[in-house]
């Protein structure tokens, strides 16, 4: 069992910046992938950023593609997203979860803990 708290998330103008964070317990985070999604009221759950055990592998989606950063401290047990320029669509909650095999990484059904997610909204 693994249990996931995001942090982080607040009101930025667009064009600021937020780091979100996905601190777990119960378990070694090192040992999971782990992802970022987003989702909108009525919408489909999507896929923001993952990245690998060890860190060293790393996806986006291309609508946050040089704009977010994931990465993690395995000696912290935390995942981190870095959100720069960030825009009024990138408004919404925030959620990370985490499962076993990096495979399907932007799946979001195929993962196993979700945390209860972190509001964020960019205003313009």
């Known amino acids: 069992q693994v249990q996931l708290v995001e942090s982080g998330g607040g009101l930025v103008q667009a064009g600021g910046s937020l780091r979100l964070s996905c601190a777990a317990s119960?378990?070694?985070?090192?040992?999971?992938?782990t992802g970022w999604f987003r989702q909108a009221p009525g919408k489909e759950r999507e896929f923001v950023a993952g990245i690998g055990w060890s860190g060293s592998s790393t996806y986006y989606a291309d609508s946050v593609k040089g704009r977010f950063t994931i990465s993690r401290d395995n000696a912290k047990n935390t995942v981190y997203l870095q959100m720069n320029s960030l825009k009024p669509e990138d408004t919404t909650k925030y959620f990370c979860?985490?499962?076993?095999?990096?495979?399907?990484?932007?799946?979001?059904?195929?993962?196993?803990?979700w945390g209860q997610g972190t509001q964020v909204t960019v205003s313009s």
């Open positions: 119960g378990r070694t985070l090192s040992s999971y992938c």
């Open positions: 979860a985490v499962k076993q095999f990096c495979s399907r990484i932007i799946v979001w059904r195929d993962y196993t803990y």
